[in-house]
């Protein structure tokens, strides 16, 4: 069913302002009356008009001043207004077009052109009205669909931890199992990744660069697995043959790590096969040497030898912190990177801290 449409008429003038009213009542729609430009403001909001027709001569506040208030006020703005007068002043109709009036009616009123007017006004009047209302549907809309997404976003982020959580336990159980006959396993592994992890942020790796080393170096040894338990724990000096098939761990570890799509595996893959690399060159299993060897792998080095120098195995006694300090300082240059190396004296009392906080 249709809306009976609001018709305001504001006029000082009683007699005019009833003729306009009785004929906009025949025409079916609901008229309000103001007496003058204040009583039209004070009462707009309770009509809330469809259309205003405003006479410029009032008393207290004229048509302009009424004009101008009511288009300068976010709640009116909207009313179309139409400019009821007998004068035909040209400076009083640019002002008005300035303010915002939306047409003009000259006294005598034609009653053919009052309708005309009125009903054109009204159907601008209602197609803004749609396009409000349609821009508030599509702005609680897209309020809607972006809390959705929000709250999509935030189960897919949990379930995503939750993935990561798994996948990371997974990665160390598995680093675990590789060194499984060790007696310090757990713990070495740990430590491998928060000093890796340590001198990696010192020396400017951020982001996710900086976490994947954390998970990735405890896999530095996963080619373990397929080194037969006779040379793993032979007590004393491993022979030639011995060693060469020992050196097959690296070799072992890259291919076990190779192919994945995963960062962290990739990352893995790298510093399985590079971190017995030497900076001089003299390192295994493919002898490159200086900046050619990733820096993950530059740094994982340094901190398996400080790990193995302090950790008590088959053919040795663990050796002091201070004393394992020293043997990389005078490695600096020849074994390890110059660079890896001021990096891991820099953070030297994280060092003795992760050594400290996970020794079994």
């Not at 003729?19 to 609901?30: D, I, P, S, T, W």
Request: hydrophobic residues 40%; proline residues 3%; contains cysteine.
């Amino acid at each position: 069913m249709e809306t009976i449409k609001r018709v305001m008429v504001c006029d000082d003038d009683e007699m005019g302002r009833s003729l306009l009213a009785k004929f906009l009542n025949r025409l079916g729609y609901e008229v309000f009356e103001a007496f003058d430009g204040l009583n039209c403001l004070e009462n707009v909001k309770e009509a809330n008009p469809d259309i205003i027709l405003l006479d410029i001569q009032m008393p207290r506040m004229d048509g302009l001043q009424t004009a101008e208030k009511l288009k300068s006020n976010v709640e009116t703005q909207m009313i179309p207004i139409v400019i009821v007068s007998s004068h035909s002043d040209l400076d009083q109709r640019v002002k008005a077009l300035e303010i915002g009036v939306d047409d003009f009616l000259a006294k005598p009123v034609d009653r053919t052109e009052l309708r005309a007017r009125v009903q054109s006004l009204l159907k601008v009047k209602a197609y803004n009205d749609h396009m409000r209302h349609y821009q508030k549907l599509l702005e609680e809309e897209v309020t809607r669909r972006t809390l959705q997404l929000r709250e999509a976003f935030e189960e897919l982020k949990t379930t995503s931890e939750k993935l990561k959580r798994a996948s990371l336990d997974t990665v160390i159980r598995l680093s675990q199992a590789a060194e499984y006959k060790d007696e310090d396993t757990g713990s070495h592994i740990q430590r491998m990744g928060y000093y890796s992890a340590s001198i990696a942020e010192k020396m400017g790796l951020i982001g996710e660069d900086a976490e994947a080393i954390l998970y990735a170096a405890p896999m530095h040894d996963i080619g373990k697995i397929g080194i037969p338990d006779r040379i793993l724990l032979k007590p004393g000096k491993l022979d030639p043959d011995e060693w060469e098939i020992m050196k097959q761990h690296t070799i072992i570890g890259g291919r076990l790590l190779k192919g994945s799509d995963s960062f962290l595996i990739n990352m893995a893959e790298t510093i399985a096969m590079t971190h017995h690399e030497k900076w001089d060159g003299s390192g295994y299993p493919n002898h490159i040497a200086g900046n050619d060897i990733p820096i993950v792998g530059r740094i994982t080095a340094i901190a398996d030898v400080f790990d193995a120098l302090t950790s008590k195995r088959p053919y040795k006694e663990a050796f002091s912190v201070e004393k394992s300090f020293q043997i990389i300082k005078e490695s600096s240059g020849t074994h390890f990177d110059p660079r890896v190396v001021e990096a891991f004296f820099s953070v030297q009392n994280e060092i003795r801290e992760i050594r400290e906080g996970w020794t079994e």
